[in-house]
């Protein structure tokens, strides 16, 4: 096979030659050896030894016993992370419209955003409630994982070190009133991936104006419904993902237990 050569224009050279070195693994040929590799790669094999050891230890290459090397873990997982994103607009929009038809208000899906400081969310997926007076809010936008419906149960499925968060992972809604908007009230419940983590919030809100605490309440079971429906159809994804490489997801046993006891601009 040819060489496959990169120009590092306006890049990092190393980096661009680690890239080089995932991209010439395919499924054709999933095991390569180091005289493999500089073949494909037409680079020096003092060069990609070099860069393998940055590979390996980062997850992204693992060296068999053979002393060939395979793909590894944190490249399957960005993988599927892909795969998600593409997948998640898909399954979750019909449920998304499906809801708020039913009920005639906003449904969104907030996803976390763990590496800011401090940890905010994003909304990812919006339906507009069908009626001229709704809450406004849009898609990109950012809020606090401290209050409100979406980022209480985004926190308590990815943190927990707050003990206060142990009735919304018991329960799997969190419904908030007037929290973030003291005119608007919100119910969420979490959507979870094929690898039993938490992808993010589908949250149901509405004007408070309009509505009461126990019309809130009455909705929890319902956006907990849709949420669930959500989290199933996105099961099929794990025969590619945890049967295939079980390093790659370890059990969160605290995330997991309490969903199965049980996660618009709040």
Known sequence: MAAIKRQAEGGVAAVERALTILAAFDEHVPVLSLAELASRTGLYKSTILRLLVSLERGGYVERRADGRYRI???AWRVGVLFTLDLTLEKILLPIMERLSAEIRESVSFYVPLLDTTPPMRMCLLRVAAPRRVRDIF???N???MDKGAGGRVIRAFTDPSHPEDDVIRAKGTYSAWGELDPEVCAVGSP????DGRLLGA???SAPSARHDPGWLEA???IVAAAADEASRKLK???ALTISSTPEIFPDHAVFATARAKGAGSQ
């Open 191 to 194: 959507v979870m991936g094929p």
């Open 72 to 74: 590894g873990s944190q």
């Open 138 to 140: 849009f898609v990109g």
């Open 202 to 204: 589908l949250v149901l």
């Open 219 to 221: 909705m929890a079971p």
């Open 236 to 238: 099929p994804l794990a």
């Open 142 to 144: 950012r809020l606090p």
